[in-house]
T-cell receptor, first 114, second 114 residues
Framework: EDQVTQSPEALRLQEGESSSLNCSYT??????LFWYRQDPGKGPEFLFT???AGEEKEKERLKATLTKKESFLHITAPKPEDSATYLC???????????????FGQGTILTVHP | DSGVTQTPKHLITATGQRVTLRCSPR?????VYWYQQSLDQGLQFLIQ???????AKGNILERFSAQQFPDLHSELNLSSLELGDSALYFC?????????????FGPGTRLLVL
């Protein structure tokens, strides 16, 4: 069974204090790893998709990287508006069939203090 | 705004009742996914429809059913409701079936079963 583990569960940063969130995964055939941001009571907002080890993507203060076992979401000089829950999800191929199912981790709650 | 709409935003009902949640995908998207988010289970995949046909099933209870109509909107029916069914229910959509496609999430329906 596909498994996604995110750490830490919660992270408190001062504005401008860079850090990284971790997403470890176990999946038989990875087809994509997705990062989403979720604000309280809202739907997940898409950030990045990574498909192969070594791939990196950037958007403003966020940079996502992928290895064969984990992904990191690096946050550079965060601002209070970056406070949210960050979700990692994997999509797998099984038995030669691609399924749209996303398997999510429990998320990392990021709080950035001014 | 992802372009995915869900109604109603909030729903309060009693145990044993039946409710219907509605989702309209982004314009042009043929795939619709349903997810349940609870505090203890996180985001869990329920079911996927593509152009009116069921494509993949997750841990969806037998008391739950879904369908996708010719105009591509989808409905999730929850019956014989139990207290444990209280959760956020999200709908997501993507263009088709390709694994590299991003799933865009709606704002969710918050269900409270009393």
């Amino acid at each position: 069974e596909d498994q996604v583990t995110q750490s830490p569960e919660a992270l408190r940063l001062q504005e401008g204090e860079s850090s990284s969130l971790n997403c470890s995964y176990t999946v038989s055939g990875l087809r994509g790893l997705f990062w989403y941001r979720q604000d309280p009571g809202k739907g997940p907002e898409f950030l990045f998709t990574l498909y192969s080890a070594g791939e990196e993507k950037e958007k403003e203060r966020l940079k996502a990287t992928l290895t064969k076992k984990e992904s990191f979401l690096h946050i550079t000089a965060p601002k209070p508006e970056d406070s949210a829950t960050y979700l990692c999800a994997v999509q797998a191929i099984k038995g030669g069939t691609s399924y749209g199912k996303l398997t999510f981790g429990q998320g990392t709650i990021l709080t950035v203090h001014p | 705004d992802s372009g995915v709409t869900q109604t109603p935003k909030h729903l309060i009902t009693a145990t044993g009742q039946r409710v219907t949640l509605r989702c309209s995908p982004r314009s042009g998207d043929l795939s619709v996914y349903w997810y349940q988010q609870s505090l203890d289970q996180g985001l869990q995949f329920l079911i996927q429809y593509y152009n009116g046909e069921e494509r993949a099933k997750g841990n969806i209870l037998e008391r739950f059913s879904a369908q996708q109509f010719p105009d591509l909107h989808s409905e999730l029916n929850l019956s014989s409701l139990e207290l444990g069914d209280s959760a956020l229910y999200f709908c997501a959509s993507s263009v088709g079936l390709a694994v590299w496609e991003t799933q865009y999430f709606g704002p969710g329906t918050r269900l409270l079963v009393l």
